[in-house]
């Protein structure tokens, strides 16, 4: 059990959405940099560094050179956009073990400014993956993808299109009070549903942004938490779960949450009525519907009528959730919102959160990662912290 | 995929090689697991449900059901992405074609059609049933 072996002293936010003079290594850095500063810790201190796809190298390796660190733990575990979530998981785990005392956590990338159609452009995974010739000539795309999930959602629990809506008008809500959000306006379900279709039932407003910039976590020992002059932030449970297509025998109606929740819920001896916020993957908007569904927040096929009035927006909803405008607003960095989801469940904890959308009395919060494609196969990650005392 | 764009040549190994050259032949073939008597797709040598190594190819109905479908608005040419779920029980990914996407639906019959793409081999894809 991991509960309590390990805290995150430290949390960045890179400020930018678009950094097409920086390199990609640079954002690294600067993201760490912040993460230390922020912890009371310096680039000498770390000894486990964690990063995935999104850093260039080998593994950890090139970038433990970049940045002159010292190691004596690597962890270079590719997830996709849950990632950074499986990595506080590894972190601390390490940390039980004695492996490392200050883990230090990066994501970042330049999609923005690269110029990707990162939602309607074929990603050509070009390598020897198993299923390649079964499926890259039929011109699979993030959108339509998470489009055929969000099909048969609605074909099998009645699901709309006006519910989706709904996560997005959400998040909205909250990315009006974030000065660095790339999308500040508040929209309403009829702008969601009306705005133009990317693929069926998915418009341009169920789609997250593509934002350039990252962010970066510092996980470290008891120990170390202790000496530091941070709130700091225990760890009490974690889980990841791969999702596939099994063979064949395809549900699209479920996402990895379904097993990472309860086993992170376990961990931690808390269900998910103790969770005072959530921070929920939102690449699309049927992504949060189906993980809200999966961790046990509402009944599996529940979660139109969950998300509906408002249920997500702080202040109002019994589960406010992306507090910073999530991905759907805010930032998707690397087009992978694993570390930003991490990030605000922090500053909810530390009370740290805009003022207009702190939770108050904020003490038990969870950060769940979706990495892949619901559309075929997945890592998911569900992490769930609490206070000092928690 | 309409018909003027190019037919796609599929990434081909050593294991899945046999499925591709039946496509020249208008087959659709499956691999069935002689332990535990189930379909698995794409085709392995392994069966992912039992672990057996003890699979072989048999050819499948070429006929199914669409389980999802979602049509891309955004591409050049719009076309259809879907899960068809063949009558043997798996369900693969493909194209449909040969129809208005507007009128596609959720459990709608489906026939496979094979289009040639000149390098030995033909795609798969599934249009409306004619029946």
Known sequence: MLKGKAFIAGIFEHPTRYAPEKSLPQLHAEVAKGALDDAGLSFSDVDGYFCAGDAPGMGAINMAEYLGLGLRYTDST??????PVV??????????????NVALITLAGKPRSAGQATGTAPRTLGSAVPESGFEAPYGPTTSNMYGMAAMRHMHEYGTTSEQLAWVKVAASTHAQYNPNALLQDVVTVEEVVNSPMISDPLHRLDCCVITDGGGAVVVVSPEIAKSLHRSNVKVLGHAEAPKHLNGGHVDLTFTGARWSGPLAFKEAGITPADIDYASIYDSFTITVLETIEDLGFCEKGQGGRFVMDGNLI??????????????????HPANRGGVTKIIEAVRQL????????????????????????????????????????? | MSKKQKVPVPRINEETKPFWDATADRKFMLKLCGDCDQHHFYPRSKCPHCHSLNTTWVQASG???????????RAKVPFTLAYVTLDEGVSVLTNIVDCDPDTLSIDQRVEVVFRDNGEGSAMP???PAQT
């Open chain 1, 78 to 83: 590719e997830t996709g956009g849950s990632s």
């Open chain 1, 87 to 100: 990595h506080v998981g590894h972190a601390a785990a390490a940390i039980a073990a004695g492996k490392c």
């Open chain 1, 314 to 331: 702080s202040g109002i909803g019994k589960l406010p959730f992306n507090t910073d405008g999530g991905g759907l607003c805010n930032n």
């Open chain 1, 350 to 390: 530390r009370g740290e959160a805009h003022e207009k959308v702190q939770v108050p009395n904020c003490e038990l919060v969870l950060a769940h990662g979706t990495g892949g494609s619901i559309g075929t196969r997945m890592g998911s990650a569900t992490l769930i912290l609490g206070g000092e005392d928690a």
């Open chain 2, 63 to 73: 006929k199914g059901k669409i389980y999802t479908h979602s049509t891309l608005r």
């Open chain 2, 125 to 127: 894809y599934f249009k």
